[in-house]
């Protein structure tokens, strides 16, 4: 999450020495992945004033004109703009600079009339969406001024890695509570005179006459709150708002819009704006709903694609339109807030955590509303935040809230799940001993109230009563408050001892266990494990052919041993090619070997590389040698996925798919012959066969079968132990299928829709037969033909559950391809 040090500045007293603060961050557990300083990115754009403007002497629609920007002589532009006139003061971006998307300004000639910079619209600086014509600056503006001196764009921003037991500092207010404990520092909570502005209207509609409610499952929405803002004018943010989204990279949209998000930031607290006309029925209300989706629904995001849901998913629905958003994710592009919405309905919620993360991550929408829903939103005070954006709407794009009938807060309350506060004992002589620091009564009180706990002393010297606050989820034991209140005295302050008692052991961890078993796995698999240099040249991506995306920037070496050993590899595979070049040139034709090793990868303004364990393997001509009764097969793609499918087996993955990688995708596999590997939603790594111009450029002989996978990854997957199976005692009723599809159905697709389908009662799906024919089966098609398995484990199958079941897999596979059944 990126934070501005200018806008935390607001509410709590920020230290100056920024380094010093980074590294007190990190010791308290908020990891400072880089430090940006604002304002750079506006580098030779400076404030001019608009001496002369003529009209262009070969062009109806541009104009000439002479703009002081501070030097010794006005400059030449030719400006496209309606807007232009003389007398006004506009951002000049001067050549040499360059504008948000590497947009360089240069000397240039347009229609033969020389051109010596560009005067600037909102949206060629990232400052808005409005392209209309040129900013026109107050005549207040001092010309020659750096553009972002005079837009007080100048700020730090910190791109903090809050861990996911912190969802409370996802937010500004957040952050500065956090620091308010990290220095014993007073800090302001802007909430209570914020929501205080807010002012009803009473003849209006009541809200609660014009909006109704219904929560299905308390389980996937807690709370869910709605006001109603009528005549509101949808248009362009005032700059201080601009200003403060931009500055932690968020683009404005539009006031409606821009609002929500900066409550989301300030406060942590997701917001939805709908079109209330749009949501209205034919009862003369909008009847929200929140439900499971049914399965099978459909819906069309913000971001203009339809998505097919489950019923694991939650939608806000209304019973005319049906879904109209995915909960905590995404809105509805149907219901979407335009230029011409007048009403609002503003949505406040809150969603079950585990359900949001599952649905962003199946529909690949990881939105900042889901990466707070996931980690846990405090159902407590949102009618405070409501109240907040709803006067803050109010204030930038006119219109009034309407009140209620019911009650004096002008909103619709459905909370059915409330969260209670956590009540603690703090046993301050066993947390000392545990310790091993005496830390003071007084301290330990104070951090802890400034953390938002009610602290309330006991009699007893050695006791504190403390009530945790709803927004820290992760307060659940008294060890917790230990933690809270060590990190923020410092891990520095303990004094080093060496731990007493006898018959300690140790134990090993979830990751050794997993590493074990990957070894195993893979020496069964007939792979020799085998060790490579860390140290890389700096063109081994680029013979791999690898895109270099999502591996961040080399690190190099300030002192390398030699110019081909100068950056930190940021991937096995180059290293264990090498090794193959290496076996092949001495005779060694069959070559498997894997490695287990770290890849590390940087970005610009991160202090310190991170870096990744990996295993990757390589797998170079045939399993064996050939004989007089059998030839040896090459090493093909399904001999790298039938080592992954038994290191998977291992390691208890499960919901193990492959997604077919395109060329695009993957440069460095051969086209057709590599996919990703996934367990579920999580992304493990990749496999195929190595292109053969990566596999030449390593001096080595194609083919080349390879895996990379992400060690970490495979932890947080794998399960200590397959699930057990009973032998069936029930007969399976088997059944062959064989669809025409087009050439770009995967197989894959088709295991989905057909498993999805199938239930509990399919039991295997296999497929053993594809088929390409154009005089039969069709120019551009292919049939595949799978053998299914259908069992109940409770009891014999009749004729007719198995052709229900069948005809129902059947239709919803062609339904979501487009497959026909071949007769």
């Known amino acids: 999450m990126k934070v501005s040090l200018k806008w935390l500045s607001e509410y709590v007293e920020v230290p100056t020495d920024i380094k010093a603060l980074c590294d007190r961050l990190d010791l308290t557990g908020t990891g400072v992945e880089g430090v940006e300083k604002t304002g750079a990115a506006f580098d030779g754009v400076v404030v001019g004033y608009v001496e002369t403007c003529e009209m262009h002497p070969d062009s109806d629609h541009m104009h000439v004109v002479k703009v002081n920007v501070g030097a010794d002589e006005p400059i030449q532009i030719v400006c496209g703009a309606p807007n232009i006139a003389a007398g006004i003061k506009v951002p000049v971006a001067t050549v040499g600079a360059v504008l948000p998307g590497d947009f360089k300004i240069k000397k240039s000639k347009l229609r033969g009339v020389t051109s010596c910079g560009m005067c600037c619209s909102r949206r060629e600086l990232g400052m808005g969406s409005e392209h209309d014509g040129i900013w026109i600056l107050p005549d207040e503006a001092p010309v020659g001024m750096p553009f972002a001196q005079y837009a007080k764009l100048v700020d730090t921003v910190l791109d903090l890695e809050i861990t996911p037991n912190r969802p409370d500092c996802l937010s500004v207010v957040g952050m500065a509570r956090e620091l308010g404990a990290m220095y014993q520092r007073n800090w302001v909570n802007p909430l209570a005179d914020a929501a205080a502005k807010l002012s009803l209207d009473t003849t209006a509609t009541p809200v609660d006459k014009a909006v109704r409610v219904t929560i299905e499952d308390a389980l996937r929405c807690p709370r869910y709150t709605a006001r109603v803002i009528r005549g509101v004018k949808v248009g362009p943010s005032p700059d201080w708002m601009v200003e403060r989204l931009a500055a932690i990279g968020q683009r404005s949209i539009n006031n409606i819009v821009d609002v929500t998000n900066y409550i989301l930031f300030l406060y942590g607290q997701p917001l939805h704006a709908f079109d209330l006309d749009k949501l209205t029925g034919s009862e003369g209300l909008a009847h929200i709903v929140v439900r499971a989706a049914e399965e099978g629904e459909h819906l069309t995001t913000l971001d203009g694609e339809a998505r097919t849901l489950t019923s694991d ?7 005319e339109q049906g879904a109209v958003a995915l909960a905590g994710v995404m809105g509805g592009l149907d219901t979407e807030v335009t230029d011409d919405t007048v009403n609002i309905l503003l949505e406040a919620a809150t969603f079950e955590a ?19 829903y996931e980690r846990g939103v405090d159902d407590h005070d949102i009618d405070a935040r409501s109240a907040a954006a709803a006067a803050l709407i109010v204030e930038v ?71 945790a606050p709803t927004f820290r989820p992760d307060l659940e034991r008294e060890i917790d408050l230990y933690e809270e209140v060590l990190r923020l005295w410092g891990m520095d302050r303990i004094p080093a001892t060496l731990p007493g008692g006898r ?25 020799n494990e085998t060790m490579t240099y860390s140290f890389a040249e700096p063109s081994d991506l680029e013979h791999l052919r690898m895109s270099p995306e999502g591996l961040g920037e080399a690190v190099e070496l300030i002192n390398p041993l030699n110019a081909d050993q100068s950056v930190m590899r940021q991937s096995i595979i180059p290293g264990l090619l090498r090794s193959v070049a290496y076996n092949q040139s001495r005779g060694v034709k069959n070559v498997q070997l894997y490695e287990i090793g770290v890849v590390f990868f940087a970005a610009e303004g991160r202090k310190q590389p991170k870096e990744r364990r990996r295993v990757a393997a390589v797998l ?97 997957s794998a399960r200590p132990a397959r699930e057990y199976v009973d032998v069936p005692t029930f007969p399976a009723v088997s059944m062959d299928v064989a669809f025409v599809v087009d050439e770009a159905v995967t197989c894959e697709k088709l295991m989905q829709c057909m498993t999805s389908a199938g239930g509990k009662l399919l039991e295997d799906a296999r497929l053993f037969d594809v088929y390409r024919d154009e005089e039969r089966v069709g120019v551009g098609k292919k049939s595949m033909a799978f053998a299914l398995t259908y069992r109940a484990t409770d009891r014999t199958l009749t004729s007719e559950e198995v052709d229900k079941a069948h005809e129902r897999l059947i239709k919803k596979v062609s339904g979501a391809t487009g497959a026909e059944v071949r007769g």
Not at 684 to 697: I, K, Q, S
């Open 313 to 319: 998913m939650t939608v806000i629905a209304t019973p």
């Open 503 to 527: 018959g300690r052991f140790g134990t090993r961890s979830q990751t050794e266990h997993v590493l074990d078993t990957i070894n195993d796995a893979l020496r069964a698999s007939g792979l």
């Open 620 to 716: 170079a001509g045939a399993m064996h040698d050939g004989g007089w009764n059998n030839a040896p097969a090459a090493f093909d793609f399904f001999d790298g996925k039938g080592v992954v499918e038994n290191l998977a087996r291992e390691l208890a993955l499960p919901k193990l798919r492959f997604k077919a990688l395109t060329a695009d995708e993957a440069p460095h596999l051969q086209p057709g012959r590599g996919a990703q590997v996934l367990s579920g939603g999580t992304v493990l790594g990749w496999v195929g066969e190595v292109h053969p111009l990566a596999v030449d450029a390593f001096d080595a002989s194609a083919p080349v079968v390879a895996f990379e996978l992400d060690v970490e990854a495979l932890v947080k």
């Open 397 to 467: 794009a006119g219109g009034t809230v309407s009140a209620a009938a019911t009650n004096d807060a002008g909103i619709v309350d459905e909370w059915p799940l409330v969260s209670e506060s956590v009540e603690l004992e703090f046993r301050i002589s066993r947390f000392c001993a545990m310790v091993g620091a005496d830390i003071p009564r007084d301290f330990i009180a104070d951090i802890l109230t400034r953390l938002g706990c009610v602290v309330i002393p006991a009699n007893e010297p050695d006791f504190l009563y403390v009530t």
């Open 354 to 372: 585990g359900r949001t993360s599952r649905t962003s991550r199946n529909l690949g929408l990881i939105s900042e509303s889901s990466m707070r």
